[in-house]
């Protein structure tokens, strides 16, 4: 059984930073690709970043791009994401999520293994 578990959320001001991580347990960390989505009231799950299993490719969402940046620790079996220059839209519940398939983070989220339970982040203007 694999467990996500984040950490990190909270309450920022715009313009802040704010680095959200997840531990992982129960498979090996290396065989997994590791993503960000999020989710606000009244909206679909959306995609906010994805690192392949050795970390040598990302991408990330138009709306993060530039802002926001995901890495990993496979010795400490965790994925981070850094964000900087938060605005009160990026205000949401942040899931961590791992998949055997990097490609999966490019479709839907229906498709992915493993997800957290999410933690909120908050933005306040």
């Known amino acids: 059984q694999v467990q996500l578990v984040e950490s990190g959320g909270g309450l920022v001001q715009a313009g802040g930073s704010l680095r959200v991580s997840c531990v992982v347990s129960?498979?090996?960390?290396?065989?997994?690709?590791m993503g960000w989505f999020r989710q606000s009231p009244g909206k679909e799950r959306e995609f906010v970043a994805a690192?392949?299993?050795?970390?040598?490719?990302?991408y990330y969402a138009d709306s993060v791009k530039g802002r926001f940046t995901i890495s990993r620790d496979n010795a400490k079996n965790t994925v981070y994401l850094q964000m900087n220059s938060l605005k009160p839209e990026d205000t949401a519940v942040y899931y961590c999520?791992?998949?055997?398939?990097?490609?999966?983070?490019?479709?839907?989220?229906?498709?992915?293994?493993?997800w957290g339970k999410g933690i909120l982040i908050t933005v306040s203007s």
């Open positions: 129960g498979r090996t960390f290396t065989s997994l690709a």
């Open positions: 999520a791992a998949d055997r398939d990097y490609s999966h983070f490019r479709g839907s989220p229906q498709v992915i293994n493993y």
């Open positions: 690192i392949s299993w050795s970390g040598s490719g990302t």
